[in-house]
Antibody, heavy 123, light 110 residues
Framework: QVQLQQSGPGLVKPSQTLSLTCDIS??????????WSWIRQSPSRGLEWLGR?????????DYAPSVKGRITINSDTSRNQFSLQLNSVTPEDTAVYYC?????????????WGRGTMVTVSS | QSALTQPASVSGSPGQSITISCTGT?????????VSWYQQFPGKAPKLMIY???KRPSGVSNRFSASRSGNTASLTISGLQAEDEADYYC??????????FGTGTKVTVL
């Protein structure tokens, strides 16, 4: 059974960088048919896909236009994990953040979700 | 990329059928046969109910079905049960290689 274990701070100051990590068990971050996404949810913005990473001879990333330029998603094959960095955060970035496994062929199909990490942006 | 439009709430009595709509544009729902649907209970992560517009993952009840026509996708729950009371979200592939969610629909079983 696939499990996604999220970790990272729950409080980030405005203008700083939000960093979260997702440890994968039961699957491999480098499996070529999988893609690994970050999705967030807030009352004001609803569910919002932020981006994904996947491996296909080399690593690829796709990012949502709303956060492009501020977001980086990386993978670590030795630790079988992937991570999110979101720069220059504002209170608008306050949300529950989920790490999610998807199908590489279809960017909008997500079959396993982490439990979510509540991140608050506040001074 | 704007969120897909869903009704805020839909309700029905046990045993009835309800349909949730999800309206987008030619750049997402209307341009690709790639809509997924998710069920979410309070405090929990969403669960995949439908993928590739009409397919059900293993373990999802056949009371859940979906379709797509033009820029609108629909999720139908047949034989509504109390356990179906949850929030439902659509999600579409959008140009180019991005994913956009719907605004969400709260389903109430009367």
């Amino acid at each position: 059974q696939v499990q996604l274990q999220q970790s990272g701070p729950g409080l980030v100051k405005p203008s700083q960088t939000l960093s979260l990590t997702c440890d994968i068990s039961g699957d491999s971050v480098s499996r070529t048919s999988a893609a690994w996404s970050w999705i967030r949810q807030s009352p004001s913005r609803g569910l919002e896909w932020l981006g994904r990473t996947f491996y296909m001879s080399r690593w690829y990333n796709d990012y949502a236009p709303s956060v492009k330029g501020r977001i980086t998603i990386n993978s670590d094959t030795s630790r079988n994990q992937f991570s999110l960095q979101l720069n220059s955060v504002t209170p608008e970035d306050t949300a529950v953040y989920y790490c999610v496994r998807g199908d590489k062929r279809f960017v909008n199909t997500f079959d396993f979700w982490g439990r979510g990490t509540m991140v608050t942006v506040s001074s | 990329q704007s969120a897909l439009t869903q009704p805020a709430s839909v309700s029905g009595s046990p045993g009835q059928s309800i349909t949730i709509s999800c309206t987008g544009t030619n750049s997402d729902v209307g341009g690709y046969n790639l809509v997924s649907w998710y069920q979410q209970f309070p405090g929990k992560a969403p669960k995949l109910m439908i993928y590739e517009s009409t397919k059900r993952p293993s373990g999802v009840s056949n009371r859940f079905s979906a379709s797509r026509s033009g820029n609108t996708a629909s999720l139908t729950i047949s034989g509504l049960q109390a356990e179906d009371e949850a929030d439902y979200y659509c999600c579409s592939y959008a140009t180019i290689d991005i994913s956009v969610f719907g605004t969400g629909t709260k389903v109430t079983v009367l």
